[in-house]
Nanobody, 126 residues
């Protein structure tokens, strides 16, 4: 499985961006797809995740109500819609995938994911 994240950029506080994660290869094997981010001087942190079959979408407390994860069923592209962006959302955003259907307690762990995209920079600044 190969993942490619895109859609990052510079946005003002309160603005919106939609990130895309294009999956290729054996995409039918993906059980869970997650979004992580790593801000300047910070550790990588979980943002949102979704089990592809059987449902289950989860968000970090810091983004719940502002970010929405979704999927285009036609081409296996996953999206992260980010609204009401704040300066603290500034980070490199990564999409990640695993063949496992992760439970919530594991979905937060970056070590649970086997495949990673290259990251896309999101900068929230006036």
């Amino acid at each position: 499985v190969q993942l490619q994240a895109s859609g990052g950029g510079l946005v003002q506080p309160g603005g919106s961006l939609r990130l895309s994660c294009a999956a290729s290869g054996r995409t039918f094997t993906i059980g869970t797809l997650g979004w992580f981010r790593q801000g300047p001087g910070k550790e990588r942190e979980f943002v949102a995740g979704r089990r592809r079959s059987g449902g289950g979408t989860y968000y970090a407390a810091s983004v719940k109500g502002r970010f929405t994860i979704s999927r285009d069923n036609v081409d296996s592209t996953e999206y992260l819609q980010m609204n009401s962006l704040k300066p603290e959302d500034t980070a490199v955003y990564y999409c990640a995938a695993t063949t496992s259907r992760l439970i919530l307690s594991t979905m937060y762990q970056s070590s649970a994911y086997d495949y990673w995209g290259q990251g896309t920079q999101v900068t929230v600044s006036s």
